[in-house]
């Protein structure tokens, strides 16, 4: 099985930045830090915003949206409920297996560290 690397968005922008330099090829880099993916650093360039000729190319903004305070607050108030009303729907549900266990005297929730049936 390959081993999967993931690197940090900081080391990304400090390899694209020797290469766009000029400090380091893409190979030299992709040797020098061990990156595998061939098209690695090609891909990292695309995502800082570095064309393959050298130059920036405009980044694609993304969009921020600010929200109010009344309205932070009004989506907190709903997300609050929206869990309350969760966690009663979750409480019901299991008040209602436990009565269906006793009353039909079969175990209906599944034991930790219970191996599936093989079909």
């Known amino acids: 099985m390959k081993k999967v690397n993931y690197y940090t968005d900081e080391f990304k922008e400090k390899v694209?930045?020797?290469?766009?330099?000029g400090l380091i090829s893409k190979e030299e880099a992709r040797?020098?830090?061990?990156?595998r993916g061939?098209?690695?650093?090609?891909n990292w360039m695309s995502k800082f915003g570095v064309s393959k000729k050298g130059g920036?190319?405009?980044?694609?903004?993304?969009?921020?949206?600010t929200k109010s305070k009344e309205e932070l607050e009004a989506e907190n108030l709903r997300l609050r409920q929206e869990l309350e009303?969760?966690?009663l729907?979750?409480?019901a549900l299991n008040?209602?297996?436990?009565?269906?266990?006793?009353?039909f005297n079969i175990p209906?929730?599944?034991?930790?560290?219970?191996?599936?049936?093989?079909?």
């Open 16 to 21: 694209v930045n020797e290469v766009h330099n």
């Open 31 to 35: 040797r020098r830090y061990g990156i």
């Open 38 to 42: 061939k098209s690695a650093v090609l």
């Open 56 to 65: 920036y190319m405009p980044r694609k903004r993304q969009e921020t949206t």
């Open 85 to 87: 009303e969760e966690r």
């Open 89 to 91: 729907k979750s409480m």
């Open 95 to 103: 008040v209602m297996i436990d009565i269906a266990e006793s009353q």
């Open 108 to 119: 209906i929730r599944k034991k930790h560290g219970a191996k599936q049936s093989k079909k």
